[in-house]
């Protein structure tokens, strides 16, 4: 599955922005979704997921309560909305695909992965 990722820009602290990974190629219904983001000079981290039925999310501690990860799969597109953004949460945002039904919150999990959105974050 081809992912394209985007929504990302230049917002103040306190504001919102909502990301938009849409796939081609593929029904994007076979997959769990998620979102990673990574930091200058850091690692990828995991920060939501979304089961292939909708049905279940996951969301990494730090963003609980002011993330949403949500999909509609009649659009093949999966939405991160992110509302309270601080200045931590700065990073290139990436969405990326499993096909696997059982898998964990780190990048080796997830086969397919778009080309990464830029959320700068300013305090």
């Known amino acids: 599955v081809q992912l394209q990722a985007s929504g990302g820009g230049l917002v103040q602290a306190g504001g919102s922005l909502r990301l938009s990974c849409t796939a081609s190629?593929?029904?994007?219904?076979?997959?769990?979704m998620g979102w990673f983001r990574q930091a200058p000079g850091k690692e990828r981290d995991f920060v939501a997921a979304i089961h292939r039925s909708g049905g279940m999310t996951y969301y990494t501690d730090s963003v609980k309560g002011r993330f949403t990860i949500s999909r509609d799969n009649a659009k093949n597109t999966v939405y991160l909305q992110m509302n309270s953004l601080k200045a931590e949460d700065t990073a290139v945002y990436y969405c990326a695909a499993t096909i696997w039904g059982s898998w964990i919150p780190t990048p080796v999990s997830f086969g397919s992965w778009g080309q990464g959105t830029l959320v700068t974050v300013s305090s």
């Open positions: 190629g593929r029904i994007l219904s076979s997959y769990t």
